[in-house]
Structures are given as C-alpha cells and as structure tokens.
C-alpha cells in the first residue's frame, strides 16, 4: 500500500498512479 499520497490524492488519481 501506498504512503501518504493516498491520503492526499483522490482515489482515481491513486488508482491510476499506483496501477491498482
């Protein structure tokens, strides 16, 4: 699981940073 990016960015912008 990601760091504190996944706090700070919203669930579609992780998504497609990390892939998951």
């Known amino acids: 699981m990601p760091t ?3 706090t700070f960015v ?3 912008i ?3 940073v ?3």
Do not use: Q, Y
Request: cysteine-free; aromatic content about 8%.
């Open 4 to 6: 504190l990016d996944t």
């Open 18 to 20: 990390w892939g998951n």
């Open 14 to 16: 992780d998504a497609t």
């Open 10 to 12: 919203p669930a579609e």
